[in-house]
């Protein structure tokens, strides 16, 4: 670490990053012990993304309890205000891809969601989107992740869009000052702020300076733009997948934590660990929690994976017969029926597998967003929108009676 790097509060930093030592009481971190960073070897602090997006709708209450019971030592919202100024959980800018605005405020699906009043949130449905078993999901006050979090699994409460709602730094730092629930986990170490506005976060630092802060960008900065957000924030997140050796060494030096977003698969996560970041967020913590622990990650996996995902084709990626695809393994030794199984991208764009589906021991099936002649190894969704992000995605293998089976990245 360089010491020469200016630290706000280095005890509370360490408080947070020390969190999955679970052996240490969260009451015994927020009082700063001289505890030392992770070493690289040592497990990181594991995050909930959105809840648990993968397993349950995203910033949802089912979610946060996902992420609770999945034993991670956060989880984390995207909060915003409302037309009224109420504080609420939600991550995209406007309702269309995760409600059923089209149903309730037809002409609205592209408005901001922060152009709707609390009244208004309130009459969508966030949860059917996901999956007809969450039909009925609310979207939640923010106070509501309070009341699901506990000593073991906190909050990291992501500042979402802060400029499409003004004066929410002060709202959320009065929250975790005033509300009975939020203070008590601030005071046991188990909040953590962050965002991508670096205004937004130099705002958050100057009204609130004891809670641990994290600067979020897609890519690690260079040197001086990393010292410089170590003047207001104590560690740093960013994509995995775009976080190299040098990269790390950099934040390190900068005398930041290091975090990275959206790890879903094993592999992406032992990635992460190998270039010692101490902070892993991913839409599917309870295989993280399960993985750490030495445990069988897909406890209910019947022998069918993914072996690999073709996100990017040569020329058009819906091309008829041969466009973007995932490639199912069974790697079993019998025979699986997979009709009406489906597959997930991380932003749950859904792809099927047609009834009468079997994949033999040995065998593949390889499932086409696009158009073309469906065979015994072959089944097309004749989609009209190539949904596997050509950067890097990630899907996970769901049943038909909804039970995960694997999850893959790229
Ligand atoms: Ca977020
Ligand atoms: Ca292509
Ligand atoms: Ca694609």
Not at 51 to 62: H, L
Not at 80 to 95: E, I, K, M, Y
Not at 114 to 125: A, C, G, N
Not at 363 to 383: F, H, K, S
Request: no cysteine; net charge negative; aromatic share 8%.
């Amino acid at each position: 670490m360089n010491q020469n790097a200016t630290h706000r509060r280095p005890a509370r930093r360490l408080a947070a990053a020390v969190t999955a030592a679970a052996a240490l009481s969260a009451a015994m971190l927020a009082v700063g012990p001289a505890a030392a960073a992770p070493a690289p070897e040592d497990a990181p602090v594991l995050i909930g993304h959105r809840g648990a997006a993968g397993t349950a709708p995203e910033n949802t209450i089912a979610a946060f309890k996902d992420g609770r019971a999945s034993g991670v030592d956060f989880f984390e919202i995207d909060v915003q205000l409302s037309a009224d100024g109420v504080p609420f959980l939600f991550h995209d800018n406007t309702p269309a891809r995760t409600t059923n605005v089209e149903e309730v405020f037809p002409g609205r699906e592209d408005d901001p969601i922060t152009s709707f009043t609390w009244e208004e949130l309130q009459q969508l449905d966030t949860g059917a989107y996901f999956s007809e078993r969450y039909a009925g999901e609310k979207i939640p006050h923010f106070d509501a992740a309070a009341e699901i979090a506990t000593r073991n699994t906190g909050v990291f409460i992501e500042i979402k869009s802060p400029v499409n709602s003004p004066g929410i730094e002060q709202v959320v730092a009065d929250n975790l000052s005033e509300d009975k629930n939020w203070n008590r986990l601030l005071e046991a170490g188990k909040i953590e702020v962050l965002s991508f506005d670096e205004t937004s976060n130099r705002r958050f630092a100057e009204i609130a300076p004891d809670v641990p802060l994290q600067q979020l960008t897609g890519t690690v900065p260079d040197a001086a733009t990393l010292e410089r957000y170590a003047t207001f924030a104590d560690s740093f997140g960013t994509n995995y997948r775009t976080l190299d050796e040098a990269g790390a060494q950099r934040v390190k030096d900068a005398g930041l934590g290091l975090g990275v977003y959206t790890v879903n698969s094993t592999e992406a996560y032992e990635q992460s660990v190998d270039l010692g970041v101490d902070r892993v967020t991913g839409d599917f913590p309870i295989q993280f929690s399960r993985y750490e622990r030495g445990l069988k990650v897909f406890p209910q996996n019947v022998g069918v994976r993914i072996a690999d995902s073709v996100n990017d084709v040569p020329g058009a990626d819906l091309q008829p017969e041969t466009g973007e695809h995932v490639i199912l393994e069974n790697t079993g030794n019998t025979t699986v029926d997979v009709s009406g199984w489906l597959l997930r991208d991380a932003a749950n764009n859904i792809l099927r597998v047609g009834e009468g589906y079997e994949i033999p021991a040995g065998g593949q099936l390889r499932v086409y967003t696009g158009p073309g002649t469906d065979a015994e190894d072959a089944y097309y969704n004749d989609g009209t929108a190539n949904v596997l992000n050509n950067g890097g995605d990630s899907v996970a293998l769901w049943t038909d009676s909804g039970s995960l089976q694997d999850t893959f990245a790229n």
